[in-house]
T-cell receptor, first 113, second 114 residues
Protein backbone atom coordinates (compact mmCIF):
# COMPACT_ATOMS: atom_id res chain seq x y z
CA UNK A 1 0.00 0.00 0.00
CA UNK A 2 1.09 3.53 -0.59
CA UNK A 3 0.61 6.55 1.60
CA UNK A 4 2.03 9.95 2.27
CA UNK A 5 2.44 11.62 5.66
CA UNK A 6 3.01 15.32 5.91
CA UNK A 7 4.31 15.78 9.40
CA UNK A 8 3.19 19.37 9.92
CA UNK A 9 -0.26 20.69 9.11
CA UNK A 10 0.93 24.27 9.52
CA UNK A 11 4.38 25.87 9.30
CA UNK A 12 5.04 29.51 10.02
CA UNK A 13 8.31 31.24 9.08
CA UNK A 14 9.57 34.79 8.89
CA UNK A 15 10.29 36.30 5.50
CA UNK A 16 13.90 35.67 4.52
CA UNK A 17 14.33 32.59 6.74
CA UNK A 18 14.61 28.98 5.53
CA UNK A 19 11.59 26.82 4.82
CA UNK A 20 11.36 23.11 5.65
CA UNK A 21 8.20 21.13 4.87
CA UNK A 22 8.44 17.49 5.86
CA UNK A 23 7.07 14.50 4.00
CA UNK A 24 7.41 10.76 4.57
CA UNK A 25 6.05 8.14 2.23
CA UNK A 26 5.41 4.45 2.14
CA UNK A 27 5.25 2.55 -1.11
CA UNK A 28 5.76 -1.02 -2.15
CA UNK A 29 8.16 -0.17 -4.96
CA UNK A 30 10.25 2.80 -6.01
CA UNK A 31 7.72 5.55 -6.33
CA UNK A 32 7.61 8.83 -8.12
CA UNK A 33 7.29 11.74 -5.72
CA UNK A 34 6.00 15.25 -6.25
CA UNK A 35 5.38 18.49 -4.45
CA UNK A 36 2.42 20.57 -5.56
CA UNK A 37 1.49 24.05 -4.33
CA UNK A 38 -2.00 25.50 -4.05
CA UNK A 39 -2.39 29.23 -3.61
CA UNK A 40 -5.67 30.46 -2.09
CA UNK A 41 -8.64 29.82 -4.36
CA UNK A 42 -6.41 28.50 -7.12
CA UNK A 43 -5.70 25.13 -8.70
CA UNK A 44 -2.60 23.10 -7.94
CA UNK A 45 0.74 23.75 -9.57
CA UNK A 46 3.66 21.33 -9.79
CA UNK A 47 6.72 22.54 -7.86
CA UNK A 48 9.03 19.61 -8.55
CA UNK A 49 9.13 15.87 -9.11
CA UNK A 50 11.41 12.93 -8.43
CA UNK A 51 11.30 10.01 -10.85
CA UNK A 52 14.39 7.91 -9.95
CA UNK A 53 17.02 10.21 -11.42
CA UNK A 54 19.05 12.59 -9.23
CA UNK A 55 18.04 12.41 -5.57
CA UNK A 56 18.24 16.19 -5.14
CA UNK A 57 15.53 17.75 -7.21
CA UNK A 58 15.31 21.44 -8.01
CA UNK A 59 11.95 23.00 -8.70
CA UNK A 60 10.43 26.33 -9.48
CA UNK A 61 10.66 29.46 -7.31
CA UNK A 62 13.84 28.32 -5.56
CA UNK A 63 12.37 25.19 -3.96
CA UNK A 64 14.18 21.88 -3.85
CA UNK A 65 13.62 18.46 -2.32
CA UNK A 66 15.86 15.53 -1.51
CA UNK A 67 14.78 11.92 -1.92
CA UNK A 68 16.18 9.80 0.91
CA UNK A 69 15.27 6.18 0.41
CA UNK A 70 16.73 5.03 3.73
CA UNK A 71 14.52 7.49 5.57
CA UNK A 72 11.57 7.22 3.15
CA UNK A 73 11.48 11.00 3.12
CA UNK A 74 11.07 13.72 0.52
CA UNK A 75 11.31 16.99 2.43
CA UNK A 76 10.82 20.31 0.65
CA UNK A 77 13.19 23.20 1.37
CA UNK A 78 13.85 26.76 0.33
CA UNK A 79 16.76 28.86 1.64
CA UNK A 80 14.81 32.08 2.02
CA UNK A 81 11.04 32.44 2.29
CA UNK A 82 9.17 35.08 0.31
CA UNK A 83 5.75 36.47 1.08
CA UNK A 84 4.44 34.96 -2.16
CA UNK A 85 5.34 31.47 -0.88
CA UNK A 86 2.39 31.52 1.51
CA UNK A 87 0.18 28.69 0.28
CA UNK A 88 -0.83 25.06 0.88
CA UNK A 89 1.79 22.48 -0.10
CA UNK A 90 1.01 18.87 -0.95
CA UNK A 91 3.43 15.97 -1.02
CA UNK A 92 2.29 13.36 -3.53
CA UNK A 93 3.32 9.80 -4.30
CA UNK A 94 2.69 7.70 -7.37
CA UNK A 95 3.74 4.06 -7.13
CA UNK A 96 5.70 2.49 -9.98
CA UNK A 97 3.41 1.63 -12.86
CA UNK A 98 0.46 3.47 -11.39
CA UNK A 99 -1.56 6.08 -13.20
CA UNK A 100 -2.89 7.95 -10.19
CA UNK A 101 -1.52 10.22 -7.53
CA UNK A 102 -1.90 9.84 -3.77
CA UNK A 103 -1.91 13.14 -1.93
CA UNK A 104 -0.78 13.98 1.57
CA UNK A 105 -3.05 16.05 3.78
CA UNK A 106 -1.18 19.25 3.03
CA UNK A 107 0.96 21.75 4.96
CA UNK A 108 -0.14 25.34 5.15
CA UNK A 109 2.85 27.69 4.97
CA UNK A 110 2.48 31.13 6.52
CA UNK A 111 5.17 33.74 5.90
CA UNK A 112 5.43 36.51 8.47
CA UNK A 113 6.69 39.90 7.26
CA UNK B 1 -5.71 30.99 -23.08
CA UNK B 2 -6.33 29.01 -19.89
CA UNK B 3 -4.83 25.52 -20.07
CA UNK B 4 -7.47 23.66 -18.02
CA UNK B 5 -10.78 25.38 -17.44
CA UNK B 6 -13.79 24.37 -15.40
CA UNK B 7 -17.34 25.67 -15.29
CA UNK B 8 -18.95 26.72 -13.12
CA UNK B 9 -16.51 28.04 -10.55
CA UNK B 10 -19.14 27.97 -7.81
CA UNK B 11 -22.23 25.80 -7.59
CA UNK B 12 -24.80 26.01 -4.82
CA UNK B 13 -27.69 23.57 -4.97
CA UNK B 14 -30.12 21.65 -2.81
CA UNK B 15 -30.04 18.03 -1.79
CA UNK B 16 -31.57 15.69 -4.31
CA UNK B 17 -30.79 17.83 -7.35
CA UNK B 18 -28.73 16.72 -10.35
CA UNK B 19 -25.84 18.90 -11.51
CA UNK B 20 -22.95 18.83 -13.96
CA UNK B 21 -19.46 20.29 -13.92
CA UNK B 22 -17.62 20.78 -17.19
CA UNK B 23 -13.90 20.61 -17.86
CA UNK B 24 -11.93 21.46 -20.96
CA UNK B 25 -8.21 21.39 -21.67
CA UNK B 26 -6.48 23.02 -24.63
CA UNK B 27 -3.09 21.40 -24.06
CA UNK B 28 -3.60 18.54 -26.50
CA UNK B 29 -3.28 16.04 -23.64
CA UNK B 30 -4.60 12.50 -23.89
CA UNK B 31 -5.45 11.98 -20.21
CA UNK B 32 -7.88 13.79 -17.93
CA UNK B 33 -8.78 13.37 -14.27
CA UNK B 34 -11.33 14.37 -11.65
CA UNK B 35 -10.26 14.91 -8.04
CA UNK B 36 -12.32 15.75 -4.95
CA UNK B 37 -10.89 18.00 -2.24
CA UNK B 38 -12.80 17.84 1.03
CA UNK B 39 -13.16 20.49 3.72
CA UNK B 40 -9.88 19.39 5.30
CA UNK B 41 -8.04 19.98 2.01
CA UNK B 42 -7.57 16.25 1.41
CA UNK B 43 -7.37 15.48 -2.32
CA UNK B 44 -8.43 12.13 -3.71
CA UNK B 45 -8.67 10.95 -7.29
CA UNK B 46 -12.11 9.96 -8.53
CA UNK B 47 -11.75 9.13 -12.22
CA UNK B 48 -9.27 9.20 -15.05
CA UNK B 49 -9.85 8.97 -18.78
CA UNK B 50 -7.29 8.33 -21.49
CA UNK B 51 -8.40 9.12 -25.02
CA UNK B 52 -12.03 9.05 -23.95
CA UNK B 53 -11.68 5.68 -22.21
CA UNK B 54 -12.05 5.20 -18.46
CA UNK B 55 -8.78 3.98 -16.90
CA UNK B 56 -9.21 4.83 -13.22
CA UNK B 57 -12.43 4.53 -11.29
CA UNK B 58 -11.87 4.79 -7.57
CA UNK B 59 -14.51 3.91 -5.03
CA UNK B 60 -17.00 6.59 -5.90
CA UNK B 61 -20.80 6.33 -5.55
CA UNK B 62 -22.45 5.54 -8.85
CA UNK B 63 -24.36 8.81 -8.54
CA UNK B 64 -21.20 10.27 -10.04
CA UNK B 65 -20.87 9.66 -13.77
CA UNK B 66 -18.04 11.07 -15.84
CA UNK B 67 -18.43 11.59 -19.55
CA UNK B 68 -15.73 12.31 -22.09
CA UNK B 69 -17.18 13.37 -25.46
CA UNK B 70 -13.66 13.90 -26.81
CA UNK B 71 -10.21 13.87 -25.34
CA UNK B 72 -10.28 17.62 -24.64
CA UNK B 73 -13.37 17.40 -22.43
CA UNK B 74 -14.24 15.50 -19.29
CA UNK B 75 -17.53 16.35 -17.64
CA UNK B 76 -18.80 15.17 -14.27
CA UNK B 77 -22.48 14.60 -13.70
CA UNK B 78 -23.79 14.07 -10.19
CA UNK B 79 -27.26 12.68 -9.49
CA UNK B 80 -29.27 13.03 -6.29
CA UNK B 81 -26.81 15.33 -4.59
CA UNK B 82 -26.10 14.77 -0.89
CA UNK B 83 -24.68 17.03 1.81
CA UNK B 84 -21.44 14.99 1.79
CA UNK B 85 -20.85 15.87 -1.84
CA UNK B 86 -19.98 19.41 -0.80
CA UNK B 87 -16.33 19.85 -1.76
CA UNK B 88 -14.04 21.43 -4.30
CA UNK B 89 -13.76 19.37 -7.47
CA UNK B 90 -10.62 19.69 -9.55
CA UNK B 91 -10.14 18.63 -13.11
CA UNK B 92 -6.62 17.89 -14.35
CA UNK B 93 -4.93 16.70 -17.50
CA UNK B 94 -1.60 15.14 -18.45
CA UNK B 95 0.10 14.30 -21.70
CA UNK B 96 -0.38 10.61 -21.13
CA UNK B 97 -1.14 8.34 -18.15
CA UNK B 98 1.57 7.54 -15.66
CA UNK B 99 3.50 9.22 -12.90
CA UNK B 100 6.24 10.74 -15.06
CA UNK B 101 3.97 13.31 -16.65
CA UNK B 102 2.96 16.49 -14.88
CA UNK B 103 -0.71 16.91 -14.20
CA UNK B 104 -2.10 20.36 -14.95
CA UNK B 105 -4.98 21.35 -12.70
CA UNK B 106 -7.97 23.54 -13.34
CA UNK B 107 -9.02 26.26 -10.86
CA UNK B 108 -11.61 24.05 -9.18
CA UNK B 109 -15.38 24.07 -8.77
CA UNK B 110 -16.66 24.68 -5.27
CA UNK B 111 -19.87 22.69 -4.84
CA UNK B 112 -22.09 23.48 -1.87
CA UNK B 113 -25.09 21.25 -1.21
CA UNK B 114 -27.67 22.65 1.20
Amino acid sequence: AQSVTQLDSHVSVSEGTPVLLRCNYSSSYSPSLFWYVQHPNKGLQLLLKYTSAATLVKGINGFEAEFKKSETSFHLTKPSAHMSDAAEYFCVVSPTGANNLFFGTGTRLTVIP
Amino acid sequence: DTAVSQTPKYLVTQMGNDKSIKCEQNLGHDTMYWYKQDSKKFLKIMFSYNNKELIINETVPNRFSPKSPDKAHLNLHINSLELGDSAVYFCASSETPGPYYEQYFGPGTRLTVT
